[in-house]
């Protein structure tokens, strides 16, 4: 599930996605914030939905990756974001060190990255 046509995107996996929508609350529904971000809920990483990422991937100049534990889905977001899609300015999460990667996901954590 994704949704949001701007060129900054962020990938969720499982349980960040609710913590996204908790921290953004009314402000994820604004037109403001789907012309400027696409969002995409990862919820299996395996099989990862690679057909599924690549058409989000597509329109996405950035993206961010936010997730619990460690950084599986941001590992694979940047393999997929590496063979086709060269026009990704950058990949950021906890490899790049823009999320934290101690405890979990805080609303803190998003707001910084």
């Known amino acids: 599930m ?12 499982g349980y960040a996605f609710t913590k996204l ?3 953004l609350g009314e402000r994820l529904l604004t037109n403001r914030f789907m012309s400027t971000f696409r969002v995409v809920k990862i919820t299996t990483l395996y099989p ?5 990422m690549r058409t989000f991937l597509a329109g ?9 534990n460690e950084p599986y889905l941001e590992m694979l977001v940047r ?3 590496k ?9 950021k ?11 979990e996901l805080r609303p803190c954590d998003i707001d910084a990255a």
């Open 60 to 68: 996405a100049k950035s993206v961010l990756v936010l997730e619990d």
């Open 93 to 103: 999460g906890k490899l790049s060190g823009h999320v934290s990667r101690e405890g």
């Open 2 to 13: 994704h949704f949001g046509k701007g060129d900054l995107g962020i990938v969720c996996g």
């Open 21 to 23: 929508v908790d921290y």
């Open 83 to 91: 063979v086709d899609y060269e026009h990704i300015a950058s990949v």
């Open 79 to 81: 393999a997929e974001a």
């Open 48 to 52: 990862f939905p690679a057909d599924h």
